[in-house]
T-cell receptor, first 111, second 115 residues
């Protein structure tokens, strides 16, 4: 039972353009949402978070949007850079301890 | 700060054998988590410790799996009577209390292959 879904396995974007990665969840008890980035042969690294009391959080080139009524969050990267090429996972939790991860979206930024 | 260290990086074992993995967290982190990631999937939560106490266990953690953190520092994850379905990347993460997932630091994982 996949509680967090990333329906796009891959995404290609031109350098300098915007990358939009999407994530949907089913559990209305989720209050903490994160995006992680993963390079091959490394563990995931934290990118940005948002809690359910907000609808937007921004950190440099990265912005996460949360739509609780639609149970949807998205990550915007602008401008996209070749070093952003990686697999991006969204994750959600009701408590901030046990996180449920999506299946990931592989982003390729084309120079 | 050397990050979260996991050993071994790779393990190949025959079906039916027991295996044990080790995780050394960041020294000031008192929370430690184990996740499992299979091909094409995201990490799945297995269990977490606060100091030496195991506070949550997933139903994924069958009777063949056991995790310990005896002195509240390093942790071990043992799989008994391995099955081919146990083949996966086993990830460890640690964090300070109250930081949640944005405070997780993941290790590079132990890749298990059961043949």
């Amino acid at each position: 039972d996949q509680q967090v879904k990333q329906n796009s396995p891959s995404l290609s974007v031109q350098e300098g353009r915007i990358s939009i990665l999407n994530c949907d969840y089913t559990n209305s008890m989720f209050d903490y949402f994160l995006w992680y980035k993963k390079y091959p042969a490394e563990g995931p690294t934290f990118l940005i978070s948002i809690s359910s009391i907000k609808d937007k959080n921004e950190d440099g080139r990265f912005t996460v949007f949360l739509n609780k009524s639609a149970k949807h969050l998205s990550l915007h990267i602008v401008p996209s850079q070749p070093g952003d090429s990686a697999v991006y996972f969204c994750a959600a939790s009701p408590t901030g301890n046990q996180f449920y991860f999506g299946t990931g979206t592989s982003l390729t930024v084309i120079p | 700060d050397t990050g979260v260290s996991q050993n071994p990086r790779h393990k190949i074992t025959k079906r039916g054998q027991n295996v044990t993995f080790r995780c050394d967290p960041i020294s000031e982190h008192n929370r430690l988590y184990w996740y499992r990631q299979t091909l094409g999937q995201g990490p799945e939560f297995l269990t977490y410790f606060q100091n030496e106490a195991q506070l949550e266990k997933s139903r994924l953690l069958s009777d063949r799996f056991s995790a310990e953190r005896p002195k509240g520092s390093f942790s071990t994850l043992e799989i008994q009577r391995t099955e081919q379905g146990d083949s996966a990347m086993y990830l460890c993460a640690s964090s300070r209390p109250g930081t949640g997932g944005d405070g997780y630091t993941f290790g590079s994982g132990t890749r298990l292959t059961v043949v």
